[in-house]
């Protein structure tokens, strides 16, 4: 499994997507996060479409799903 580090602003208070820049539903390109779940229960996941976005409600990481894995950015 592929990881390293992500930093964005990211607003995630409760809503169902948030920019990049950490408004959410912001003008433009949104961000838009596929899953909120455990680690636990996202890296179990098989099957999901590249570039399916996962946010680890327990470890505050990113996941994407890609070449059958998940890979993980961790919240540093």
Do not use: E, Q
Request: net charge negative; glycine share 22%; no cysteine.
């Amino acid at each position: 499994m592929g990881s390293s580090t992500i930093s964005l602003g990211l607003g995630l208070g409760g809503g169902k997507s948030a920019t990049s820049s950490g408004t959410p539903g912001g003008g433009g390109g949104g961000f838009n996060i596929d899953l909120r779940d455990t680690h636990a229960n996202i890296t179990a996941r098989t099957g999901d479409t590249a570039g399916t976005i996962a946010f680890g409600t327990d470890t505050y990481d990113l996941y994407v799903f890609y070449n059958s894995t998940w890979h993980f950015y961790y919240n540093d």
